[in-house]
Structure formats: C-alpha cells, structure tokens
C-alpha cells in the first residue's frame, strides 16, 4: 500500500525485493509522497515533458502509477536481463483493484512519511493533475 509512502525511499527497497526475486503490486499509487515543494516539482517534470524530440521520445506518461513505475525502473538495471527481468516483476496501480481487495497490505515501515519533520512534500497524484492527467479517461 502506497499510502503516505516516501517515493525514493519506498523505490529502493523494492528494487532490492525485487532483483531477490519477489512479485510486488503496488497499490494507491496516487498518494505515494515526493519530498519537496510543489513548484519545484511541477517546474522539473514539465522540463521534462518539454525536453524531446517528438517522434523520437523520451516519452513520459503522466499517470501516477506509470510514473512512480519509471521511477522504480530507474532503481534497477533495467537495461541488462536480470533488471528487465525483476521489471517484469513489478505491477503499480492506481487505486486498489477488485482483485487485491480481500489481500493483505503490507507497508514498508523505512518509507514512512514522518509528517513532523518534513515540512514541504508533494502527492504524485497533485504532479499528474498539473500536467494534465485526466482520471476518467
């Protein structure tokens, strides 16, 4: 479950699980946390989005699940087949499907969000709407 999770801190024990061999499904990744101010973050990803040449990519989505999938992506070493391998592993969803509804959750305690200490982050979720992520389609 990734609600009130640390996106990079959740990234890399999961990139660890995974290379170990496990199948992981991410759930909520909507309310998964990027620690920073929201304007910095906005700023970075439409930099992002704006830096490429059309048909030749790199192309990024800007669903919450798709995008917290390329950031565990670069986590791993996806570009030789023990990386694509453990990749293939890994499933993230927005919400939480029928199928898991009845599964236990488990929450990686490391990425915790310590709300008390860290004064500006950020929800996936509110990075997507502003660069024009449409829920209902």
Sequence with gaps: DGKD?????????????LLLGENIKIVNCE?????????????RYKHKLANKVVKQGPYYSRSPADMVKRAFRN????????????FKRLKCYNSVPSVLLNVEKEVV???VLDSDSVFYYTRVEDICKVLGYNKNK
């Design 31 to 43: 309310d998964i946390v990027i620690l920073g101010k929201k304007k910095f973050l906005v700023e």
């Design 5 to 17: 999770l640390v996106l990079g801190r959740l990234g890399s024990d999961i990139a660890k699980r």
């Design 109 to 111: 305690p490391t990425a």
């Design 75 to 86: 986590m791993l070493p996806y570009k030789n087949q023990r990386g694509i391998d453990a």
